[in-house]
């Protein structure tokens, strides 16, 4: 029998009813502190209030004042990713957590997001965040030509004050990890999800505060989104600038960075962000040359036809200047090839095409017009010799695949030259 002497009486107090699951599981009482309660936070696991979409508490203490540092509490847990077995352990075996404090200063309106992003961080985070800055960044930039350091540096820097930037880091690494571990993909798209969604919340968060201070990390938050769009691979009916059904996801994208450019586009391109020209890009090789002059006379040949068809339209000039264009473009980037560029290398003149097209032009792709469609076509041979970088591997196939099903057939000896340069 239990001895009596041993039992004690529990001290009263207001019962819960609204307290989040984890609490009312542990049979504890629950501050229901909003957006995540303090004993969530304080084990480290995730609270059902954040999940509800609560807002964050007015309350001075909920979080720390924007204008000044901050220090926080960064808990390492034991990954969700992980299975039992890998879980750290301390001394007496069982699986421990381990705590380091950091300053944070505050850039923006966002830090309070980022506390709630970044107070608890997880040991697969942290191979995420260093396979970013040890591996991924490579791949994003010519290093030889980067001389401020952009993507090795400064921007796992401005992850730690701005949570978009931040998060869709870590969503690239996962990504990476995924090409190239293939067998692993499953896992690490799983990561990435979870990075991207909260990266994409964060950016629309912030958007609306856009101004000189902060419009070169919101920038690189929307070229983080691009790019990990095209990390994910193709998806199905859903063709960069067209889709079957409704808008195309790239192209809301495209338009997001175009309206952040319009609005300060001298602000952003300054400082480690001012455009570098890089030397060794020079003339065309007479080699490529001749390739080059077979793209030309193909699209000029198209451009005749054209306009001859077009008759007194006023949509034939919205063609030619998108044609004349991509001549412009076709120039630039077998300049980079003749210089051994290619890859990211070739984003400017690629994406700059789609960038420059006035809204009219985007209207007839949309509704896939032949004649917005055959040009397009042609495009997408500039999208082929982006293939060497891992994020662009598949998207000329599946671009071209797109135009052919969308095209009437009567325009399909139009796009036969395209079709040839990319899928033989």
Known sequence: MENTQTIRSRKSHHKSRSGCGNCKRRRIKCDERKPACSKCIHHAIDCDFLSAGAT???????????????????????????????????????A???????????????????????????FADLRLFHHFVTETYRTLTDEATDRNQVWRTHIPQWGFSTPSIFH???????????????????????????????????????LSSLNSENCQSIYMSTVLVCLVYFAHGPKPGEYLVFSETGKAEWLVLMRGVRSILFSSH????????????????????????????????????????????????????????????????????YRCRSAGKDGVNLMAPLFGWIYRRPEEFICLLEEKEPFALVIL?????????????????AWDRHVIAGIQQSLATGFHQWIEWPVRVICD
């Open 266 to 333: 001298d602000k952003i391109f300054t400082g480690v962000l001012e455009v570098q020209t890089d030397p060794d890009i020079q003339d065309v090789s007479p080699m490529l040359q001749v390739e080059l002059g077979e793209h030309q006379s193909h699209m000029k040949a198209f451009q005749h036809f054209m306009e001859m068809q077009a008759g007194g339209s006023s949509a034939p000039q919205i063609y030619i200047e998108a044609l004349e264009n991509l001549f412009e473009m076709f120039e630039e980037a």
């Open 377 to 393: 076509a042609y495009w997408c041979i500039l999208l082929k010799f982006m293939g060497s970088s891992w994020l662009m591997i």
């Open 168 to 206: 869709l880091m870590l969503a690239l690494a996962a990504l990476h990890l995924g090409y190239l571990h293939p067998e692993k993909r499953d896992q690490y798209v799983l990561q990435a999800d979870d990075h991207f969604t909260f990266g994409i919340r964060s950016v629309s968060a912030i």
């Open 96 to 122: 421990s957590s381990q705590t380091v404090s950091t300053k944070v200063q505050s850039r923006d309106s966002s830090s309070s997001a980022l506390s709630q992003s970044q107070d608890t961080i997880s």
């Open 56 to 94: 964050p508490s007015a309350s001075p203490s909920s979080a720390p004042s924007p204008s000044k540092p901050s220090k926080a509490q960064f808990r390492f847990k034991p990954s969700k990713y992980q299975s039992e077995k890998c879980k750290p352990k301390d001394e007496t075996g069982e």
